[in-house]
């Protein structure tokens, strides 16, 4: 992390499109077909998951309590992180694509059709809401809420009440918006494909404010330019439309 310098290179096959995760000394990713487990300093493969259905597997993983747990079609998977052997597999209802798996608190969120709650043990369905309509983002989940981009049929930002499922408020977006939303200090920020890095207060959802590239570049939602808060700045990728090519930095009042 000092200099950059490349520590080792590993060709996958099929396709990454989204980030890796990192876990102790263990990067684990997704490559459009299976689940792969890396050492982190050396490269060297650990080992590989590949559904017994040959579901495609996209979206970043999640890891807690020794369990890695990745999406596929429209079925959610725990693996054991050391083996990468599968503990569980639970199959919602069929849809082309879920979201990501966000963990807090022994429950495993993901979005779709619904938004899901399941059991990070067995894989039960602890409750589901069908009232953000479709297109449901990576959930992003804090002080016992639940928040989310969707459409139904306007693009808005949603927030549900994380143990129960209950709705609790929106906010309607100015465009369109896939990204997954960031909570920092009480406040979310979100990302629409008009340009603007908005800011919602995350207890009752009101408007605060939106920021906007100076140069006038649109932040692009659609491949997941998740605004990230660290020491009181925001940081955005911002370009046009499949291309980010530029990260702005605000510092928060």
């Known amino acids: 992390p000092a200099t950059g310098e490349q520590v080792w290179y590993d060709d996958e096959s099929g396709s990454i499109t989204s980030a890796l995760a990192v876990n102790e000394d263990t990067v684990y990713i997704t490559n459009g077909g299976d689940a792969i487990a890396v050492d982190q ?9 590949t559904p017994a259905d040959f579901r495609p597997l996209t979206e970043t ?70 009232r953000a309509g479709v297109n449901v983002s990576t959930p992003a989940i804090a002080e016992g809420r639940v928040f989310v981009n969707a459409e139904d049929p306007q693009f808005g930002l949603w927030a549900f009440d994380a143990q129960n499922g209950a709705f609790l408020w929106r906010s309607e977006m100015p465009g369109e918006s896939e990204a997954t939303v960031t909570v920092a200090n009480g406040v979310v920020y979100d990302i629409a494909d008009d340009g603007e890095l908005m800011m919602f207060e995350g207890a009752l959802g ?48």
Do not use: C, M
């Not at 300093?41 to 998951?49: E, K, V």
């Not at 330019?225 to 510092?251: K, W």
């Open 41 to 49: 300093f050396t490269g060297t493969r650990l080992w590989t998951f």
């Open 61 to 130: 993983p999640a890891i807690a309590n020794g369990v890695v747990y990745v999406t596929g079609g429209s079925a959610v998977f725990a693996l054991d992180q050391s083996t990468g052997h599968r503990i569980w597999r639970h199959n919602l209802e069929a849809q082309s694509k879920i979201s990501a798996p966000s963990i807090a608190n022994g429950i495993v969120y993901v979005g779709g059709v619904a938004l899901y709650a399941l059991n990070a043990v067995d894989g039960h369905v602890v409750w589901r809401n069908r």
């Open 206 to 253: 009101t408007f605060l404010g939106s920021l906007a590239d100076p140069d006038g570049k649109p932040f692009s939602s659609v491949f997941g330019s998740q605004p990230i808060v660290a020491n009181g700045t925001v940081y955005v990728a911002t370009g046009e439309f499949q291309s980010p090519n530029r990260v702005d930095a605000f510092h928060l009042p």
